[in-house]
């Protein structure tokens, strides 16, 4: 049986709508009834005699007669696609466009920018989707601040009310998402903030699986909160590319392909802080195995993409091939040392280690630098990039 959601009471701005309309006359309670009824939206029909006789919402106020012209003149403000009212749904329609705007600029040929423009305008997409449920569900998603003893809304230096960022919604305890798709959202986040404060490259393959799951987190999550008629399947289909690459070419591409330290270090201090089983969620990053084949039965002569059952023993053969150590790399002292020498800064020496690791209390155990092993020190992959770090902020210090 569907469940009945939250979301079909008039807001106010059309309480004042339906008022200038008792004044203006000439409508009965029907006719203004059809004009708040939508295909995303029923309205209770007792609830347009109640406002005529005051019953409720007696302290709104009437719309002037040119805000109500101006309502009749672009009415039915209705999308063909969906059926979501571009006013009243506004957060809802601007979420999924956001989401499909994102997708096109990283399909684009030619940009080199891509994962970034994705992050930043998927971020607002995500944004505008946790407004509109918690719109629905009745919750302020607004800032308060407190003047004089007086708690009132936070406002910008324009006057706008100030809402919530994606980072609180994602957090608050009446968020629907699951946690694999908040662990999603949360890298990205740290991405997105790194690429504020400095410039960024050649990210693209190394974030390429989670911007991917983020993509379908959306489409399940905007289907499960808002309705199947809202995925984007639609809109967005398989994209088709011009070049095929060998394991050879694979392997150039990613030695070339070397994260910028600070994403290196971001990438790896939240792998760092996530369990194993969080690190597996499916809806964390998306992996999918290609594998080039040609088609035995007639059926299948035109699928470009055949998909396995997880369960299955083609799934199983599948992931015996791929299948690799997950244990992290550890490095002792001298390890990290040598590194940093071979790569260009030949004073960067054991002191010099020793005193840096002091200076970030870098063996503090709350941080994803190392781990103590039968009493001897060894050193993650996030250390050795916080070091190449420093030594690139100080490289006249140690080239």
């Known amino acids: 049986m569907t469940t009945r959601r939250r979301g079909n009471a008039l807001e106010k701005w059309e309480?004042?709508?339906?008022?200038?309309?008792?004044?203006?006359?000439?409508?009965?309670d029907q006719d203004i009834l059809a004009y708040f009824t939508r295909p995303t939206r029923t309205v209770n029909h007792r609830l347009i005699g109640q406002i005529r006789r005051e019953d409720r919402y007696k302290s709104v106020k009437n719309s002037s007669q040119e805000e109500l012209d101006e309502f009749l003149s672009s009415w039915p403000d209705v999308d063909p696609e969906t059926g979501l009212s571009l006013r009243g749904d506004e957060l809802l329609i601007k979420a999924r466009e956001a989401m499909i705007a994102a997708v096109h600029n990283f399909n684009s040929?030619?940009?080199?920018?891509?994962?970034?423009?994705?992050?930043?305008t998927a971020i607002i997409a995500w944004t505008y989707l946790m407004h509109a449920f918690f719109k629905r569900e009745g919750v302020d998603y607004r800032y308060y601040k407190t003047v004089g003893g007086v708690k009132q809304v936070d406002k910008t230096p324009e006057g706008a009310d100030k809402y919530w960022e994606l980072g609180k919604c994602i957090r608050h305890a009446k968020c629907p998402l699951p946690s694999g798709t908040v662990n999603n959202l949360e890298t990205l986040l740290e991405i997105r903030h790194e690429i504020e404060h400095r410039s960024t490259n050649r990210i693209d393959d190394a974030l390429s699986a989670k911007l991917q799951q983020c993509c379908l987190n959306f489409n399940e999550s905007i289907k499960d909160i808002f309705g199947n008629q809202y995925g984007l399947e639609k809109r967005l289909s398989i994209a088709l590319q011009f070049v095929t690459f060998s394991s050879d070419q694979r392997s150039i591409l990613k030695k070339a392909s070397k994260l910028p330290r600070h994403i290196e270090t971001s990438l790896q201090k939240i792998h760092d802080r996530l369990s194993d089983e969080e690190l597996a969620d499916p809806r964390f990053s998306y992996h999918v195995a290609f594998v080039r084949k040609t088609a035995n039965r007639a059926s299948a002569a035109d699928e470009a993409v055949e998909f396995v059952s997880p369960d299955s023993n083609e799934a199983a053969e599948i992931n015996r091939v791929l299948l690799k150590e997950t244990e992290k790399p550890k490095y002792r002292p001298s390890d990290i040392v040598r590194i940093i020498q071979g790569e260009g800064y030949p004073r960067f020496t054991i002191s010099k280690h020793t005193d840096l690791w002091h200076?970030?209390?870098?063996?503090?155990?709350?941080k994803p630098y190392g781990v103590e092993i039968a009493g001897q020190w060894y050193w993650y992959e996030a250390w050795l990039a916080r070091v190449r770090e420093h030594c690139l902020e100080q490289r006249d210090k140690y080239e």
């Open 109 to 120: 040929a030619g940009l080199t920018f891509r994962s970034e423009l994705f992050i930043v």
């Open 15 to 28: 309480i004042s709508l339906v008022k200038a309309m008792f004044e203006r006359g000439g409508y009965n």
């Open 359 to 366: 200076a970030l209390d870098a063996k503090n155990t709350t």
